[in-house]
T-cell receptor
Framework: GAGVSQSPSNKVTEKGKDVELRCDPI?????LYWYRQSLGQGLEFLIY????????KSGLPSDRFSAERTGGSVSTLTIQRTQQEDSAVYLC?????????????FGPGTRLTVT | QQQVKQSPQSLIVQKGGISIINCAYE??????FPWYQQFPGKGPALLIA?????SEKKEGRFTISFNKSAKQFSLHIMDSQPGDSATYFC?????????FGQGTRLTINP
């Protein structure tokens, strides 16, 4: 079956512009995660959604970052007034459930470059 | 306390050799320790994982060794192959979230 897909694969934007990154999780997966991977760094947790529960936003670095998940499926990560330090690869992952020890399946990521 | 420290940052091993990557953690509430493999331009993929009540898990050429008292775990790749060249991340699960190490770039020389 189809894996996690993300779009766009690459995004170049000017400092100060808003960007939206999209994630389509694996069908039937109730948990969805967003991570940020800066060059040469590990994965930094941003936010996760589990079913209809309130999302865990504890990893969002500033109020310029927000995310939503519509209908328990597709998710959009929005970065407002982008800064150069926002340049990174943004990865989305989904799993059957976050309540169990369930493998997270990652998408290929969106490479964001802020000029 | 939520950090996972991974070493080395980069590693070069000859084909057929053993690759060893180490991780250490502080939070004793972590309940699951996966290793991920990432190729350039791809998302990470689960390689192997272990729970803290087990000291070792082997899957093919890949083995996790887990030392609960020392709060350390490591990945061993036996008979390393050029196709194993990738970046490897250890992780630990706490509060239903994964905390990742900084990654190890592994190069296997033919």
């Amino acid at each position: 079956g189809a894996g996690v897909s993300q779009s766009p694969s690459n995004k170049v934007t000017e400092k100060g512009k808003d960007v939206e990154l999209r994630c389509d999780p694996i069908s039937g997966h109730t948990a969805l995660y967003w991570y940020r991977q800066s060059l040469g760094q590990g994965l930094e947790f941003l936010i996760y959604f589990q079913g209809n529960s309130a999302p865990d936003k504890s990893g969002l670095p500033s109020d310029r970052f927000s995310a939503e998940r519509t209908g328990g499926s597709v998710s959009t990560l929005t970065i407002q007034r982008t800064q150069q330090e926002d340049s990174a690869v943004y990865l989305c992952a989904s799993s059957l459930s976050s309540g169990m020890i369930s493998e997270q399946y990652f998408g290929p990521g969106t490479r964001l470059t802020v000029t | 306390q939520q950090q996972v420290k991974q070493s080395p940052q980069s590693l070069i091993v000859q084909k057929g050799g053993i690759s060893i990557i180490n991780c250490a953690y502080e939070n004793t509430a972590f309940d699951y320790f996966p290793w991920y493999q990432q190729f350039p331009g791809k998302g990470p993929a689960l390689l192997i994982a272990i729970r803290p009540d087990v000291s070792e898990k082997k899957e093919g050429r890949f083995t996790i060794s887990f030392n609960k008292s020392a709060k350390q775990f490591s990945l061993h790749i036996m008979d390393s192959q050029p196709g194993d060249s990738a970046t490897y991340f250890c992780a630990a699960r706490g509060a239903q979230k994964l905390v990742f190490g900084q990654g190890t770039r592994l190069t296997i020389n033919p």
